[in-house]
């Protein structure tokens, strides 16, 4: 198969996405692109196109990527064809070479100059292959035609001199110039003839091991043995595998291609084949190997090889009476230092947090890095006392919080990091019935528990915790089925002056289940937040606030602020405003009616990307507040910095304004800020006459609450809309 000047690169992958980066990339660098979206298509564009290469994914409905490869190899096997699959199951990587792949490589590509050497290496691989048998036939060819020219000119005496001489030069250029080695074996095991090229790879020079035996070079009898059975019984061998012992002893893996040759009595029957260097080959497939129990990065265990010493280290403590640890550790905010100073920066402190936590570690333990930042510490045999065993574990657990926490100097960088760390302690008492997989979740469970409680602490497992944690993924699983089947709706509470007048509204979401009735949002927005569901389920809000905005401006209903509440996550994405203004373009809702409700510990967190985001917006005509005021550490300085329109009066300090001097203080004292920085000031948390004096006593004049209003469905929010109060 000769290659084109431009060779054209066939990528099958059912992500359109994966098949436009690769096609956009590739082509920059000249490389012809066609794409299928499934094997089947992929075998089809095969057979009429004949594509110098393809890139292949594994996992595919239908036709998957081993069956594709499978028919490559029988049907086409010069193309290479390199697997760029997202499972990282070394089971996969192993198969797929078994099937033909010329590489493996995982996905996403982080550095596509990595795709772009693997390209470069298999087409120079496949140039060289097509060649070297071109070659390999061109000196059998030239062998035969040499035989019947030298066998003719002992037949006819009038045949020139000359022309046999130039014969014999041609095949000796031919002879000399293998990459391969090519040799000639006699049925004895004489090694008869063999190429130069075998200095190429070995110390040995041609005319140092001709006329030897093979068992000098070949040293394994069963491995000769095997060939000449084979060679007896099939005639011929393809890529059979045998080490060649060098000059200095060393063997080198070499792969052997060869056949048995009758000559008819026209000289001695030899096996004639070739011979090639496969220590690269045999060095990835040890690579390959490696990487099925290493992690790549750090070079500590990984999750397989974690989990095999755990379930001895269980059985272990069943038998003998004693208690272990797993510590399951995870890196306080490593995302932003990712984000901020770039992967080389992330990788690079991943490296010296697996040193620091592999110091003093006891030959018995194991340090794991699973993947991302999480890393674990599997302690063995910590006594029989469970208290004590305890003890030891939260020690340990503090030394490497401890030493985890000292500053890192990463290039340029002086960076700071704290773990969050659960800990499991085994057996649990349930012999028998724990597995590895139940004591990492149990440390797992642990760990989430620790974060939730401030980050940069430990916390023990307990089953109530995985209670929780049970809870929660099965609040997951039914929220995303929500979100399939539209269970969600939008309520609204109304914001109105001290006469009940309403001046705007508070978009709230509510979720109906269709067994379990209302789900309160503190029991689901939470899940959302950690689960990231809360990114679709924010965009969906406020959509949905737009589209009522429009069709209440549409019907001639007066409503001047629409607040809707924007959850940390998704006000920190980088594009955020962009789907803001989506949005409103989508819907032609008006800029100057939405209002966006921060919390104050969300404007305070990155206060310089805060500032800038609440500045675009506000160019778009958006009103912004801070909600529950107060309850955070909001520096004036910053206050006034932010473009902001209204301060929100947490309901905790509305509560017991009529009885607490210290709330009335802090009541006063936000009205105060809010006219000296010329804001807004809604209460929230208004339920009773009381409170709603003590409020417009100091100056407070729009307020929230039941004292006005439940939160209420669309329909009963449209009806006061029209009345202009919430005591019609």
């Known amino acids: 198969m000769e290659q084109r000047q431009n060779p054209l690169i066939l990528t099958i992958d059912d992500e359109e996405n994966i098949r436009d980066s690769f096609r956009l990339f590739l082509e920059d660098f000249e490389y012809n692109v066609i794409e299928a979206a499934n094997g089947r298509e992929g075998i089809d564009i095969i057979q009429k196109k004949k594509p110098d290469l393809v890139l292949c994914d594994l996992r595919m409905p239908d036709v998957d990527g081993l069956q594709v490869l499978q028919f490559i190899k029988e049907n086409t096997p010069d193309i290479p064809i390199i697997v760029v699959s997202g499972t990282g199951v070394i089971g996969d990587a192993i198969e797929a070479i078994r099937h033909g792949a010329w590489n493996y490589l995982l996905k996403p590509i982080q550095d596509m100059s990595v795709l772009l050497h693997a390209i470069s290496q298999a087409l120079e691989r496949s140039r060289l292959i097509v060649e070297n048998r071109a070659y390999q036939e061109h000196l059998e060819e030239e062998v035969g035609r040499r035989t019947e020219a030298l066998q003719k000119t002992m037949r006819d005496l009038n045949h020139s001199h000359r022309k046999s001489k130039e014969n014999e030069e041609k095949y000796r250029l031919i002879f000399e110039n293998l990459q391969d080695v090519y040799f000639e074996i006699l ?115 990984n999750r397989r090889l974690l989990l095999d010493r755990l379930e001895q280290n269980i059985s272990r403590a069943h038998r003998h009476n004693h208690y272990g640890a797993m510590l399951f550790l995870d890196l306080d905010r490593f995302k932003n230092i990712n984000d901020s100073l770039g992967h080389p920066v992330g990788d690079a402190l991943l490296k010296e947090v697996a040193k620091r936590l592999t110091i003093d570690l006891r030959a018995e333990d194991t340090v794991s ?135 705007g509204a508070e978009t709230l979401i509510r979720w109906k289940h269709p067994q379990k009735g209302f789900i309160s949002p503190a029991t689901f927005i939470p899940v959302a937040e950690a689960t990231g569901l809360i990114l679709p389920i924010g965009e969906w809000v406020l959509h949905s606030a737009c589209e009522y905005l429009k069709t209440w401006e549409d019907s001639g209903l007066q409503i001047h602020h629409l607040a809707v509440n924007v959850s940390p996550r998704q006000f920190r994405q980088p594009d955020f405003v962009r789907q803001v203004c989506a949005i409103l373009e989508d819907t032609g809702a008006n800029p100057k009616l939405l209002g966006l409700e921060l919390t104050e510990g969300m404007v305070i967190d990155n206060v310089i990307d805060t500032i800038e985001k609440m500045r675009a917006l506000k160019q778009l005509g958006i009103e912004l507040s801070i909600d529950d005021f107060g309850t955070g550490y909001s520096s004036l300085a910053y206050l006034q910095q932010m473009p902001l329109d209204i301060l929100k009066i947490d309901q905790s300090f509305v509560r017991d304004i009529a009885s607490d001097a210290n709330d009335v203080v802090i009541v006063d004292t936000i009205i105060s800020m809010a006219n000296h920085l010329e804001l807004k000031v809604i209460a929230e948390g208004v339920e009773t006459e009381l409170e709603l004096a003590c409020l417009a006593e100091k100056g407070c004049k729009l307020y929230q609450g039941y004292h006005f209003s439940r939160p209420v469905p669309d329909s009963q929010f449209t009806e006061q809309l029209r009345a202009g109060t919430v005591f019609s």
């Open 369 to 503: 890095r699973l993947g991302g930042d999480e890393f674990v510490m599997l302690l063995s045999d910590l006594g029989p006392e469970p208290v004590d065993a305890a003890t030891v574990a939260q020690q340990k657990a503090e030394a490497i919080q401890r030493r985890l926490a000292e500053k890192y100097q990463i290039a340029e960088h002086i960076l700071h990091i704290t773990p969050s760390i659960g800990v499991a302690m085994f057996p649990t008492g349930e012999e028998g019935h724990e597995t590895g997989d139940d004591i990492l979740r149990y440390a797992d469970t642990a760990m989430y528990r620790a974060k939730d409680d401030g980050r940069d602490t430990i916390r023990f497992f307990l089953p109530s915790m995985q209670s929780a944690a049970d809870e929660r993924l099965a609040i997951e699983k039914e929220l995303r089925y929500a979100m399939e089947k539209n269970q969600l709706s939008l309520f609204f509470q109304p914001q109105v002056d001290t006469l009940g007048n309403i001046v």
């Open 187 to 301: 049925l004895d095991g004489t090694l008869y003839e063999i190429s130069p090229s075998i200095s190429h790879f070995s110390l040995y020079q041609r005319e140092e091991i001709l006329g030897n035996n093979i068992a000098g070079i070949f040293p394994s009898t069963q491995s000769r043995d095997r060939l000449m059975s084979l060679l007896r019984r099939e005639e011929t061998v393809t890529d059979y595998e045998i080490y060649l012992r060098d000059k200095d002893s060393t063997l080198i893996p070499c792969s052997l291609n060869a056949r048995y040759r009758e000559t008819q009595g026209r000289g001695p029957d030899k096996i004639c084949g070739t011979l090639r260097d496969i220590t690269e080959r045999k060095q990835a497939e040890a690579r390959i190997e490696y990487l099925a129990y290493f992690d790549a990065l750090t070079e500590l265990p």
